[in-house]
């Protein structure tokens, strides 16, 4: 005959993990996902600049960009970095 370990899950134990599950949904809830490389649309948008403004940020050095296949890229990192500047 084979004994079962048997624990006791207390109303205390569920109200306990209740909140901690709420607590962390809470917080993963309030992170944004902010992804990686941004197409120009998206910087213009974030920056509040025209097309122009960006494009002499990029003909300046300013900040800094990749081009794939025709589209520009920029790492939302260089963005950063230079706005606190």
Same mark, same amino acid.
Request: glycine fraction near 6%.
């Given at each position: @005959? ?12 569920l ?8 607590? &962390? ?6 992170? &944004? ?48 970095? @230079?706005?606190n500047?």
């Amino acid at each position: @005959m084979e004994l079962l370990n048997h624990q006791v899950v207390t109303k205390r134990d569920l109200l306990n993990f209740g909140n901690l599950l709420l607590n &962390e949904i809470k917080s993963s809830a309030h992170k &944004e996902e902010i992804p990686q490389w941004l197409k120009s649309s998206e910087v213009r948008k974030l920056l509040k600049i025209s097309p122009g403004t960006l494009q002499n940020l990029r003909i300046k050095g300013t900040l800094k960009y990749k081009r794939v296949g025709g589209i520009i890229y920029y790492k939302y990192e260089d963005i950063n970095k @230079m706005l606190n500047q």
